[in-house]
């Protein structure tokens, strides 16, 4: 039987050749002419003033904050449905991340929760863009203007993402992204962290880099870090930023063919609001309620999120789950304010599920794992309804004691 990854990245371009140019120059490590190459590519693509490499997505969290002078005492907004990443960063720098829950149709941060959020400690909102879909930016940069606050967008998972026209990294003070094998456009490991303010781009570059000053060799005025990227990541980067346009029509495809294969199962996929494009990095979509999914906090359910995974695993249908929210992890939990419940972020990450979604992905291989799922929820409904009878004969059995 075929087995089908989750994800798997598209090198049909010039990554090999591109790479082997690297390896002739002999400049394999952070310098040489494709760091330059690809930021400038970047930069044209997203439209950005400026994009500077880095190590991965993670770091480019750690340097946005850092250089928007983020600290302990700080309290910086974070939706908690969301890759720990998010998360982790704001405490790198010793803040305080105050959780708020999604929107239901979008699963992006509920703008009307950050606006209950905001205190006189908060600094900045880290606005994420989850699974392809961005969150409300018009929205969040009026909130931010109106209190003054930095907008950070973690935009890892929205390459190709946009907003009236807007590509995702160009709203908030800083952008980052994340190349990791896994995302629309890879380098393996790494990441890009824009800006359209210089003093910014300068003071990012310089904390990627040891604060190494560039007129002074071996000095250096504040703490930095190594956090650059090599010449090998971003021609690989440059290279698959050369057939973006390409991977993104097949992974809207692919989207399109799930919808239409999955139609009528019991399912929702991911909205898409108005005024966005979707770049549909990761197909995703929730159990309805009669099919919930964590088996300690719906017993009563018989077709649960965990069986449904663990069903195409055995078919060689690779799947994952969505995130759990960011609140419930042990670190995190002392984190949360009183009476904060978050109810959509807690039913986003106990009943979805994350489809493949890479763009060697043909029709046909859609269509498999909609059959598939199709079958699952068929043999769950028979177990629902024997279960019932099962049920019911114990309570006239009951009756008769």
Not at 19 to 38: H, Q
Not at 140 to 145: F, T, V, W
Not at 168 to 193: H, L, R, W, Y
Not at 371 to 394: C, E, L, M, W
Request: with cysteine; aromatic share 10%.
């Amino acid at each position: 039987m075929k087995s089908i990854p989750i994800y798997t990245p598209q090198l049909s371009g010039n990554e090999t050749k591109f790479v082997l140019d690297c390896m002739k120059s002999g400049w394999i490590s952070s310098r040489g002419k494709y760091v330059e190459l690809f930021e400038d590519a970047f930069c044209t693509f997203t439209k950005s003033e400026f994009s500077t490499t880095v190590s991965n997505g993670t770091v480019a969290l750690h340097l946005a904050l850092l250089a928007l002078g983020v600290k302990e005492g700080d309290e910086v907004i974070v939706p908690t449905f969301t890759y720990i990443a998010s998360v982790n960063a704001i405490r790198y720098v010793g803040a305080t991340p105050v959780f708020v829950d999604s929107e239901p149709e979008y699963w992006q941060a509920d703008v009307e929760d950050i606006a209950r959020k905001i205190s006189p400690k908060t600094k900045a909102i880290l606005a994420v863009h989850l699974y392809g879909h961005m969150a409300d930016m018009p929205a969040i940069n009026a909130l931010a203007k109106k209190h003054k606050l930095f907008v950070i967008e973690d935009a890892a998972e929205a390459f190709g993402s946009y907003v009236n026209g807007q590509h995702a990294g160009t709203f908030g003070d800083i952008g980052t992204f994340s190349f990791f094998a896994n995302k629309t456009i890879t380098t393996g490991e790494g990441g890009m962290v824009t800006t359209q303010c210089p003093k910014l781009d300068e003071k990012i570059r310089l904390l990627k880099n040891h604060y190494s000053l560039p007129d002074k060799k071996y000095w250096h005025d504040e703490i930095g870090y190594n956090y650059r990227m090599t010449n090998i990541c971003a021609a690989i980067g440059l290279a698959q930023l050369e057939q973006v346009e390409n991977i993104l029509i097949k992974k809207n495809k692919i989207a399109e063919t799930y919808h239409r294969g999955l139609s009528g199962a019991p399912v929702t996929f991911q909205g898409t609001k108005p005024g966005a494009v979707h770049s549909q990095w990761m197909v995703s979509l929730i159990l309805q309620n009669e099919y919930a999914v964590d088996t300690q906090i719906e017993k009563d359910t018989t077709i649960k999120r965990d069986a449904l995974i663990e069903y195409l695993s055995a078919r060689n249908i690779e799947t994952r789950p969505t995130f759990y929210p960011a609140h419930t992890m042990p670190m995190y939990k002392t984190f949360v304010e009183r009476n904060s419940t978050y109810p959509v972020a807690k039913k986003l990450g106990q009943r979805g599920i994350n489809l493949p979604s890479y763009p060697g992905l043909t029709q046909d291989d859609i269509l498999h794992i909609c059959a598939q799922i199709k079958n699952f929820f068929k043999a769950g409904s028979k177990t629902k309804v024997q279960d019932k009878i099962q049920t019911q004969n114990k309570v006239q059995a009951n009756a008769h004691i």
